[in-house]
């Protein structure tokens, strides 16, 4: 009787792990593919870092990632941390913070 609730939770702590391993994978694979927006979409959510990668700006969200023009990179690093909204309209990139 004593060993059952033991190997109950060592399942469930398998089961987490399988979890977080499965989450990092889904993340690594969205920032080696990021998202291009179309016409008239939008990225909104928390920014939760940028970078620089072939000369796109990579925005991380929560949700994923999302390639940017370069030269947005200054005015996305001051946004870091914030609820961000990026909407592509005439071609162009119009970035703001949500409050």
Do not use: N
């Amino acid at each position: 009787m004593w060993l059952a609730p033991r190997r109950a939770a060592l399942r469930t702590t398998t089961l987490e792990l399988t979890m977080i391993k499965s989450t990092c994978y889904d993340l690594k694979l969205s920032v080696q593919s990021p998202y291009r927006l179309q016409e008239l979409e939008e990225a909104r959510g928390e920014l939760l870092r940028i970078f620089l990668k072939d000369s796109f700006c990579i925005a991380i969200f929560r949700f994923g990632a999302v390639a940017l023009p370069e030269e947005m990179e200054p005015r996305l690093r001051e946004m870091v941390g914030k609820e961000v909204c990026c909407l592509r309209l005439d071609g162009r990139y119009h970035v703001r913070a949500v409050y």
